[in-house]
């Protein structure tokens, strides 16, 4: 069932399992002390953007809490965990930095700031340049909080897939990340918005979630929910090129 959920859908939320719950628990106490810390938020101080802010050890563990769960055998493990993304989002989110734009802060209102992760914007004109050839994403919900939740497009991947296939034909991956391509990314993202259903996706601690490394997926506004903060931690190891497609 996980594997044609994924095949299918590009996503997959696991049932809630104890030794994931343990982790969860140890990596909550860890990102109150990196919280307390300070670090860069954005979106009018709404969103701690937390890369690599996760002090999880080599093999993923958190404190000496081993990271389990049955995720484990529905991917390809990295020889070496890097430090997870704690992605913290508060109350209010999204609100306009002053250096956003008015597009890019309404793409985020009414989007959800929609992205394939491991693209990124470069120059200026932010053209989209694939630079972070991630093999999955998982994340792992830190705390009880239903607001502001992960968005996905549901069956997303393959039509994203797709769009980098013919944006790649006839490269050799090693030039895959000097590649500029932005048309290519937004015209496929426009027909996934309109042919592909957005469901919000909601997990508790002790709960994972499966992303395949294609699927387009962003965060929901915070709207009218009740809460201090929603706490995510998220693992996207880096893999070659040649098998991102």
Not at 67 to 72: A, H, K, Y
Not at 220 to 241: D, E, L, S, T
Request: net charge negative; proline share 6%.
């Amino acid at each position: 069932m996980v594997t044609r959920a994924l095949a299918e859908d590009g996503f997959v939320v696991f049932d809630p399992n104890a030794e994931t719950l343990a982790w969860a628990e140890a990596a909550h106490q860890a990102a109150l002390t990196v919280l307390a810390g300070g670090g860069e938020r954005r979106h009018g101080e709404t969103w701690f953007v937390g890369v690599d802010a996760l002090p999880n050890a080599s093999d993923g563990s958190v404190s000496g809490v081993p990271l389990r769960g049955p995720f484990l055998e529905h991917i390809k493990q990295p020889d070496s965990w890097h430090a997870a993304q704690l992605s913290v989002v508060f109350p209010g989110y999204p609100r306009q930095d002053a250096d956003e734009s008015d597009a890019a802060h309404r793409y985020r209102l009414h989007r959800d700031a929609a992205h394939v992760d491991g693209l990124l914007p470069e120059g200026p004109q932010k053209r989209r340049h694939l630079r972070e050839p991630h093999g999955f994403i998982l994340g792992l919900a830190l705390n009880d909080c239903a607001a502001s939740p992960l968005v996905v497009w549901k069956g997303s991947h393959r039509l994203m897939q797709e769009g980098f296939a013919r944006a790649f034909a006839g490269l050799a991956p090693a030039v895959w990340g000097d590649v500029d391509v932005t048309e290519i990314y937004q015209e496929t993202r426009r027909k996934v918005f309109d042919t592909c259903e957005r469901v919000a996706v909601h997990a508790a601690p002790g709960q994972a979630i499966l992303l395949d490394r294609h699927l387009l997926h962003g965060v929901a506004p915070w709207g009218a929910v009740a809460g201090q903060m929603r706490m995510v931690a998220y693992f996207r190891p880096i893999i070659c090129y040649a098998d991102w497609l």
